[in-house]
């Protein structure tokens, strides 16, 4: 009798843990799924904005030596929609001289259906950057 309800307790917990982790895979999954869907909509929407503004903040992570050593990003305040903030973030790897060109204050053109926009500095000097990849 001991040995029968051992064997049932058994299979009960083994159940209980199949249906613990099928859950958290589902799930994991569909956020997964979800994320991408999601990446897709708004890199649509980044390449087909046309926009003027201005840098608002270059943002660096110092929260996290790893993310502020990889990583820095851009708030951008658009003109044409009030106060608009759009946002990118970069790797600086691949992104160094956009890192060493840009200041808060500088003039940013975006031309719609184009995957790069124009920095104007203060003086007047004008340069192109890509957008980040999104792909990535």
């Known amino acids: 009798m001991k040995r029968q ?8 917990l083994l159940g209980a843990l199949l249906y613990y982790f099928s859950f958290w895979t589902v799930y994991y999954f569909s ?23 201005k840098i608002k903040n270059l943002l660096r992570y110092e929260y996290s030596e790893y993310m502020n050593q990889n990583f820095f990003g851009l708030d951008i305040v658009t003109n044409n929609s009030g106060e608009k903030i759009i946002s990118y973030n970069f790797s600086i790897e691949s992104n160094s001289n956009l890192l060493e060109f840009v200041e808060s204050g500088q003039e940013v053109k975006k031309v719609k259906g184009k995957d790069y926009f124009e920095l104007i500095s203060k003086n007047g000097v004008s340069k192109t950057f890509k957008v980040p990849d999104c792909k990535k």
């Open 5 to 12: 309800i051992r064997i049932i307790i058994g299979i009960v």
């Open 31 to 53: 956020m997964k799924e979800a994320n991408k869907e999601a990446m897709e909509v708004s890199c649509a929407e980044q390449n087909s904005q046309s926009y003027n503004g």
